[in-house]
């Protein structure tokens, strides 16, 4: 009986602290995606403007929850520069974004798109630091 509280609880700390460090990976590899994604660009893919924003054609609210998630949360597909405009005032301009990506991509983009967003993957702290490296080294 003392056993099983004690393992419980070690596998509650652990638990907490996990949380917290994948939460700080995915803010951290967002910031250095974003930067990626804009120097890649370097102009609104919507409207030929500025390239202030790192924008989603679908969106994912719930990013940085440390549980849940799809394939799309650092798609080089789904997020492309765009100028502030067009991804806050137009919430994406997505007429033009959707044109944008067939024009990029070829027909079929959109539903691929939808496809990965409906797929649940839990990102793992592995792939998040992989992927943290890969974009950091990119933006030097
Ligand atoms: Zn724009």
Redesign the pocket.
Known sequence: MVMKKTKLRKRKGLSRRSKGTIGTLKEKLWIVFSVYIRNRDKK???????AENAGHYIHNTERLSCYGGNELWYSEQNINA??????KW?SG?LT?YAEYLESVYGQGILQELRKKYLLPKKWKREELQELLERYKNLNE
């Open positions: 609104c893919v919507t409207c030929g403007g500025g765009q100028c502030v405009r067009c991804n137009k301009n033009k």
